[in-house]
């Protein structure tokens, strides 16, 4: 069956397209000014090639930190130029004081400008054009939903909120499969299901995700249509597969209870070589940690004086690795018998939390005791974040899955921290918890360096909980 296939990227797609290039149009335009002006500083030759590769692994860090490869980011024309600024200027300045791999600094500081401004253009330049051509609606990847009509809203908004350039167009519903009510859901069509080979080719349709549970619900006449489509080079996925794709999380409210379908959980959980360097990771960055810390001390230490007026530490039972109980140490940051009525989670604003201690939770400073937990073997440097017993309790009794979060050790920071604002809610933790099922379905020292380079960029925009 012919069909009319449109032009779609996939995320992963999207993110080297981004970065590849960032780093072309970057050395275009320093060969373009190396011919036009008297520019000398960055010269390409055999002698020298190293530069080029330092150069490009400096975009890609810097770039990844100020979130020029977040596609959300990236497809707002006002919020990438803040990111381009931040790139362009914390590459150049790093490259300019590192002459050991780079070019030894130019005498003539004009053509410390002509660096700048061409990398700056570049990366100006080919993001407009990213903007305008590669995120508009020409691109953007049309799919067809079956699932039951009393979830269509949850499961698009699910899909639809993860990539700004996924469009879920019509749904067949497969609790009346068959059934002629056709019509509409907002702008979702509804489809008969003998209708869904002729409209996936009249509509350039790129996708069938199937999100039933009901299997009574996949007849005979849309199975066969299915095959068909498959036979024809068509792609059929499953919905918890997709989803887990586009958001980097676990549906555990869509699957239910069905756990096996997510084990085993990734075999670093149980490498010992991976477990050893974490340790060894952990220890090293909490000495550094808990230096910086006392440095930071005497400032903390008046700063507490003057605005909690209070002991300076305070200690909390948390739930770690295996569910054994820890006591956590934090740098106080709400007022005195802030829980006196007794245990409640901590909103955004939260009128217990003091002007300072809200300076410190935004810039982490109230974290830096924690690294003595790390250095105790209680916690590691990345992790779900540990909770509170009272707290695992209440939403244990509520939430399937979540002491699964127990089976490695809690951390100072998480995926589901740098990806998710401040838990207020259930529905906030149930949400963490994909985040932080992820994580330890997914556990690689590749995902551990995403979140440490993430964690630098929720530290640096100063959004921290």
């Known amino acids: 069956m012919p069909t009319k296939n449109s032009v779609h990227f996939e995320i992963s797609e999207r993110k080297i397209l981004l970065r590849i290039v960032d780093v072309l149009s970057v050395l275009v335009a320093l060969y373009v000014v190396g011919i036009v002006f008297s520019f000398t500083y960055f010269q390409f030759s055999t002698s020298n090639f190293y530069w080029t590769f330092v150069l490009a692994i400096y975009l890609t860090i810097f770039g990844t930190v100020f979130e020029m490869y977040n596609l959300q980011v990236a497809s707002n024309q006002v919020q990438v130029i803040k990111s381009i600024v931040l790139t362009a200027s914390t590459t150049v300045l790093v490259y300019l004081l590192t002459p050991i791999f780079t070019p030894v600094l130019p005498s003539n500081r004009l053509q410390i400008l002509f660096f700048y401004l061409a990398i700056f253009s570049a990366l100006f330049a080919w993001r407009l054009i990213y903007v305008a051509f590669f995120a508009s609606n020409r691109f953007t990847k049309k799919v067809i939903l079956i699932c039951d009509k009393d979830q269509l809203k949850e499961l698009v908004l699910g899909l ?198 809200k300076f410190m939770r935004k810039a982490r400073l109230d974290e830096f005791p924690q690294f003595y937990n790390i250095i105790k073997g209680d916690m590691s440097v990345i992790g779900p974040r540990p909770e509170r017993p009272v707290f695992v309790n209440e939403i244990a009794e509520i939430m399937p899955f979540y002491e699964t979060r127990h089976i490695i050790k809690p951390g100072l920071t998480g995926w589901a921290q740098v990806n998710y604002a401040y838990g207020e809610t259930l529905n906030d933790s149930l949400i963490k918890l994909q985040y932080d099922l992820y994580y330890i379905k997914h556990r690689s020292i590749f995902l551990d360096i995403n979140i440490c380079i993430k964690t630098l960029s929720t530290i640096l925009f100063y959004r921290g909980q």
């Open 160 to 357: 639809e909120n993860a990539d700004p350039h996924y469009k879920v167009v019509g749904f067949i519903n497969s609790d009346k499969v068959g059934a002629s009510d056709g019509g509409s859901l907002g702008n979702l069509r509804q489809i008969d299901s003998h209708e869904l080979e002729n409209f996936v080719s009249k509509n350039a349709v790129s996708e069938v995700v199937v999100a039933s549970q009901n299997t009574e619900g996949i007849t005979t006449q849309l199975y066969n249509q299915l095959i068909h489509l498959l036979e024809n080079g068509f792609m059929i996925k499953e919905y918890t597969q997709v989803y887990e794709t586009l958001t980097q999380r676990i549906p555990v409210q869509y699957v239910a209870r069905d756990f096996y379908r997510y084990f085993p959980f990734s075999r670093s959980n149980q490498n010992h070589l991976y477990l050893i360097a974490i340790r060894s990771i952990d220890i090293l960055v909490s000495s550094i940690g808990l230096i910086i810390g006392v440095l930071l001390l005497p400032f903390i230490s008046i700063g507490n004086l003057c605005g909690n007026r209070g002991k300076l530490f305070y200690t909390q039972d948390r739930v770690g690795i295996n569910g054994r109980i820890f006591k956590i140490i934090k740098f106080r940051t709400m007022v005195k018998n802030a829980e006196a009525n007794g245990a409640v989670f901590t909103t955004l604003n939260d009128s217990r939390v003091t002007p300072f201690g």
